[in-house]
């Protein structure tokens, strides 16, 4: 595959601020969509990051987030590339949808390289002919460098009424055509006509367009937003920078880039592709990514099912029994279940609504948190006490850090442990115990060759999270002077 | 209420051997049904117990089971009467259907009071109007003095299909009918046939007779079986007794008393009543048990239910979300989880054979297990590790014991624990730890006044819990000579 544009000039910005709540309970708020993986081992943004890197430059990808996903999303990409992506964060201080997040992106990547390309991909979708969408990529690309704004379209196979639809008119060259239509998601009659029409294709939500093309068009359609990214501009890099941002975005009204700018423009171009695509919209969609038994069911975890057909049970290490079901989903993790039938997975954010209201813990985390050095998973919290199971990485270490409000006893169950305790510095193995009193500097390291496991009994009158004072982390999180 | 028989002749005998399989995923192997809590706080044996103590003296209430099950229904015994069950226990050597267990019941109180009248319970039933059964089982036993096998039968309030029916002939006296005729579990047609003439009631499987009546009758109708009883007999307290039940249960056929009996004698009189009784046969039947809310749903626990209706959902501490549901039942424990329509709760077997055949931890038993010191849960299982969080009841002590393979912290997280550990003893407290390495004689003790918990770390090459060895225990379990 040949990029026959200026290489160093393109760019992929792929925009990763979705709260994922349709996907609950395999999805929470410090885990959404983007951060899961649900086909093979990547998490989506993993695949997303992967996908592109035959046509990108490696430096080249720029992710758009908020200030509580980049930690997770650095982690993720730092082990998928083996490199730092500190630098390549573009954040928005609120979520505005996408017209304010790719305006944002434009004025960076014009402010590094003023030919800049842009790709924009949404951060969790699944794609599974990557050839094809980077062969597309690259005719978008072209197309891009000469001024047009050029969306992927992808051909239906059904009439999905859950995607909008872009018209095709007459051809440009070779596999582009002119986008003459956005048109909403419809409904199922004028989906099958569309389907019928073959001129049609679904919306992805990626766009390919040079910076400088897709800023002259916001400054035509939506001059609001051209004015706040100017102000933004002109800190771009300076302390004011931040305070410029929050400032221009809490003014902005919310717009999608495609109702913004796209139907409204005159210079747009559609690429259609045909690549096994999926916005993974709700976890009905499972049942096009994943393979389907002799029943028409989708099957992953333990589940035992007797005559059930034409439906997703996507379940963990639980067992879940299921008989006699027809067109329904079913998702268990450790600590929540889901069970609906497939016509109403949209209405799964009703269940996180009462959720959140509620302040419930099932909104917002896993009993397993993966961090940079490993992992760990509440077993269990009572009354001034909460149990832990702690995995740590060979090579990896916990930060030097104190609780307030908290002991620590830990017990060695599998690999070796190098321990601080105050000015001591120890191993432990496997049956073995210490103990950490509170407001002792202590840190967790695993010197050895195998993933150390230990199991941490908390005891004290406040054992959240933030009840941590850090004085040095090799993974850059933010610390105290020590 | 008055007991116009003498008294002392009076026994009841409870039946409870069944394995509970259609209650899975809240009964398992080690629960089975009658040792579960479904309405209120007292288990379904308890409740069988409590609701005869009007009529049948304090210590002529037998139990048939097995040795398996013996210990748990002993220790819910003894902890809602606080008297001692241990020589109250009429053990079966295997199931072999009712008549065997109520011919060696028979024997034994026959040879205790030839004059014994029995009340023959299951153990697993629901009675919602106690008194109407303590006033049914009174006239029952008056006409049983007089030579009669009685059943109690149930007025009928729905066409039914789960249970068999009695047919009522010409009224013997008042409250009492000669039973004419044993009808198997009918279809739908039937049973709207039976519940229109309004002669017909179910079986509940209740019956009361003299033991010489029921003898008499099995030596008529099931000579088989009279013969294997004489043979116990004739061993009854001895050496022999054991080995003599074995081999006589071992050539028995299966057979219920109703079908080898019942159905083809002659002095057979029903006592009909109408006390809100369910045999709580199934899941399906909770909706007769347990009050429905306003979409006709029965709910217990933490589930989240969005249009929902006419459904059954039983759920513990985890999150059920449920959305559009209709005629369901999800039944959701720690470790498991159940969806079916309620038309195939009767499926459920189907599961459980699944897992049993896998030798699946979630066919025997739950991750927490009682014992009459507290319990335990086990929170984790690893590769030569398992962590359990203990409680032990203000009072309790586990047995003084030792485990070959493998050593235990023990850190406490309320209360406090006397620790017996090799020759020391010592109070250990919040936050505070012990160990107890491999083969030492150790003991857990609550001598405080609130309930203790700690949390167990094991290591070791096998953690099950056969690796035990006894040297004391104040319930009376098998221990070894010290």
Redesign the interface.
Known sequence: MKNKNNVNSLYAVIIAGGSGTRF??LSREHTPKQLLSIVGKETLIQSTVSRISPVIPAGNTYIVTNQKQMESINFQLHALTDESWDNRFILEPEAKNTAPAVGLAAIYLKNLNPEAIMIVLPSDHIIKDSDKFCRALLVAAQTASEGYMVTIGIKPDKPETGYGYIKCGRKIKDGVYNAIGFKEKPDKEMAAKYLKERDYYWNSGMFVWKAETILRAIKKYMPALYEGLVKIKKTLGSKKEGTAKRSVFSKLQPESIDYGVLEKAENVAIVPADMGWSDVGSWHALEYILPRNSNNNVKHGNI?S??SKNSIFYCGK????????DD?I?V?TA???????KN?AQ??R??VD??KERG?E?YVTHKTVHRPWGSY?V??T????K?K?ITVKPGAKLSHQLHHHR?E?W?V??GTARVTNGDKSYDAH??E?T?IPMSTRHRLENVGRITL?I?E?Q?GEYLEEDDIIRFEDIYNRKTEKQ
Chains 1, 2 share one sequence.
């Not at 600590?335 to 039938?341: E, G, K, V």
């Not at 009572?382 to 006490?385: I, N, P, T, V």
């Open positions: 609950w309970p035992i007797i005559d639980r067992v879940v029994g299921v008989i006699g079901l329904m079913v268990d600590d929540a279940t889901l069970i609906c039938p109403r209405d799964v009703k269940i009462i959720l419930a099932e998973t077993l269990e009572g009354e001034r006490f149990i199971k002991s006893h017990v169950v599998a496997p049956n115990s103990y496991e199991i009994v005891n």
